[in-house]
């Protein structure tokens, strides 16, 4: 068995790569910027760090998705590596009931969270040795049926704020409200059996609040950060779980 | 009458975009609809759209256990 040795630095610093690069960190969360723009070279050295399961994986997507996978996936192999002083042959990933990914060197679960998101041109990956973790990033883009998804994955309340909007306003919101509910709901791991009109997003961060902390109204004993994260590219929001809850911050 | 499985593929064409563009007549239903770059939020929606069209209701249980067109297909086959 190969064992895996954590960087011994407390910081979650990691050496940029051709295509990700540190794009911000809190409370000790790390998260990683990935350019997901056309680009050959990058994309065949990604390939490269792929195993044979995800070469296989690789086969079934589409161009756009394949590449978004590669780039991120070969992003998050090199980190993984750097920090846990492991070759990329030793890593390999694993999947939980609802899909979601863990890491594995030398036969053994990697004590280490992190959670990937991407859309269009651009990659998120967040990564943390505490608790669990989801980040989630949406490229603005037009939506046609943009009323049909809102009453979709919205909860009342939310409806109602987003239908007093003018439709910019809306669209801007609508990014913002589906991302923090989408990191939420990656954290928790449980994919769509969580249903994201059941909950809604803090109150402060449907205006402009940067930050909250938020517990599912069945599961009230976890309490997580939620961040918006977003910039003037794409939306974005980072949740992850607190040690103790501390409602009412 | 309409296949359930050409029922789906319409509501797929009229529905279903990625990145502002439709997704296609010439989707494989085998593939999955994540691989195929389909985000969450307009899987969610397209499971009510499906719901309605087919007169029924989906739990969040039954949309985690849809990778791709072809268990939702067999889902509503078998539910008659």
Same mark, same amino acid.
Not at chain 1, 34 to 41: F, I, M, N
Not at chain 1, 107 to 117: D, E, Y
Not at chain 2, 2 to 30: F, H, M, Q, S, Y
């Given at each position: 068995m190969v064992m895996i040795a954590q960087n011994s630095s407390e910081s979650l610093s990691f050496v940029p790569g051709p295509w990700w690069s540190p794009f !911000?960190?809190?409370?000790?969360?790390?998260?990683?910027?990935?350019?997901?723009?056309?680009?050959?070279?990058?994309e065949s050295e990604a390939y490269g760090w792929l195993d044979k399961a995800e070469r296989g994986a690789w086969g079934k997507y589409l161009p756009r998705p394949r590449r978004q996978f590669t780039l991120c996936r070969a992003a998050l192999r090199a980190i993984l590596c750097e920090r846990f002083d492991c070759r990329n042959d030793q890593l390999s990933f694993g999947a939980g009931?609802?899909?979601?990914?863990? !890491?594995?060197?030398?036969?053994?679960?990697?004590?280490?969270?992190?959670?990937?998101?991407?859309?269009?041109?651009?990659?998120l990956i967040a990564l943390s040795a505490a608790g669990r973790l989801g980040v989630d990033i949406e490229e603005r883009i037009p939506r046609r049926y943009l009323n049909e998804l809102i009453e979709a994955v919205m909860a009342p309340e939310e409806q109602t704020e987003l239908a007093a909007l003018p439709e910019s306003a809306k669209l801007h919101l609508f990014y913002r409200l589906w991302t923090l509910k989408e990191a939420l709901i990656k954290a928790l791991g449980t994919g769509f059996s969580t249903d994201p009109s059941g909950f809604q997003a803090p109150p402060a961060m449907r205006r402009d609040g940067r930050s909250s902390v938020f517990s599912f109204p069945n599961l009230p004993s976890v309490a997580w950060m939620l961040e918006d994260i977003g910039d003037e590219r794409f939306a974005a929001a980072l949740a992850y779980e607190l040690e103790s809850p501390k409602i009412g911050r | 009458?309409?296949?359930?499985?050409?029922?789906?593929?319409?509501?797929?064409?009229?529905?279903?975009?990625?990145?502002?563009?439709?997704?296609?007549?010439? $989707?494989?239903?085998? @593939?999955? $609809?994540?691989?195929?770059?389909?985000?969450? @939020?307009?899987?969610? @929606?397209?499971?009510?759209?499906v719901a309605e069209e087919f007169n029924l209701t989906f739990s969040p249980e039954d949309c985690s256990r849809f990778e791709n067109l072809g268990d939702l297909v067999t889902f509503l086959d078998s539910r008659g």
């Open positions: !911000a960190t809190t409370a000790g969360v790390q998260i990683v910027h990935v350019a997901l723009s056309p680009d050959p070279a990058c009931r609802h899909g979601k990914p863990f !890491a594995i060197a030398g036969g053994a679960r990697i004590p280490f969270n992190f959670n990937v998101s991407h859309s269009g041109g651009h990659g | 009458m309409a296949t359930t499985e050409e029922r789906i593929r319409k509501l797929v064409d009229e529905n279903l975009e990625i990145e502002g563009r439709p997704l296609g007549r010439g $989707l494989d239903l085998n @593939a999955s $609809l994540r691989d195929a770059g389909v985000p969450s @939020a307009d899987f969610l @929606a397209f499971t009510k759209v």
